[in-house]
T-cell receptor, first 114, second 117 residues
Framework: KAGVTQTPRYLIKTRGQQVTLSCSPI?????VSWYQQTPGQGLQFLFE???????NKGNFPGRFSGRQFSNSRSEMNVSTLELGDSALYLC?????????????FGPGTRLTVT | AQKITQTQPGMFVQEKEAVTLDCTYD???????LFWYKQPSSGEMIFLIY??????QNATEGRYSLNFQKARKSANLVISASQLGDSAMYFC??????????????FGQGTTLQVKP
């Protein structure tokens, strides 16, 4: 079974630009969660999508948005990039959502904002 | 508020020895899930083991076991017979509770483990 895939793996953007990251979950998984990982803040939850609906959102500004398609693939978008948005962005998929369902992570997209 | 604390920023272990990585958690909800993930230098988070708050027995997965002490709110990861490939960052995580908190894991700051040959 193929794992979670994320594209692109690496990205360099300049301040003020926007970026779109893509995540394909494990086949049959309906939930996709996104996380931002930085050395200073650690792993922080961005949002979660389930059956094309955003069901949960973390404490991030409105510049961070996402969506999910009918095949469960998800994208996240960051507009008006800031230097502080440089991070590893991880997406994770889960069969269902609930306290006992483990999340399987992709390899991440490393975003550098200059 | 829910919180995960990992107090060991870095640890060393000799190859073939066992090592324990500490994790304490804080939550007021009686129902929760605890997870451990491994993150090698490549960046990908690898799921290792899960423990439910109502599970009576400690979880085990191959060389990984979770020492779950509910009263002390601790969920330590034990790796037996360490291998060089175990060198990585290890994260303890807890599923967020509440009806609106789906799909969210709360992570600790992580512990870097280095296995010495």
């Amino acid at each position: 079974k193929a794992g979670v895939t994320q594209t692109p793996r690496y990205l360099i953007k300049t301040r003020g630009q926007q970026v779109t990251l893509s995540c394909s979950p494990i086949s049959g998984h309906r939930s996709v969660s996104w996380y931002q990982q930085t050395p200073g803040q650690g792993l922080q939850f961005l949002f979660e999508y389930f059956s094309e609906t955003q069901r949960n959102k973390g404490n991030f500004p409105g510049r961070f948005s996402g969506r999910q398609f009918s095949n469960s693939r998800s994208e996240m978008n960051v507009s008006t990039l800031e230097l502080g948005d440089s991070a590893l962005y991880l997406c994770a998929s889960s069969k269902e959502t609930g306290l006992s369902y483990e999340q399987y992570f992709g390899p991440g997209t490393r975003l550098t904002v200059t | 508020a829910q919180k995960i604390t990992q107090t060991q920023p870095g640890m060393f272990v000799q190859e073939k020895e066992a090592v324990t990585l500490d994790c304490t958690y804080d939550t007021s909800d009686p129902s929760y899930g605890l997870f451990w993930y491994k993150q090698p230098s490549s960046g990908e988070m690898i799921f290792l083991i899960y423990q439910g708050s109502y599970d009576q027995q400690n979880a085990t997965e191959g060389r990984y076991s979770l020492n779950f002490q509910k009263a002390r709110k601790s969920a330590n990861l034990v790796i037996s017979a360490s291998q060089l490939g175990d060198s990585a960052m290890y994260f303890c995580a807890m599923s967020a509770h509440g009806s609106g908190n789906t799909g969210k894991l709360i992570f600790g700051q992580g512990t870097t483990l280095q296995v010495k040959p």
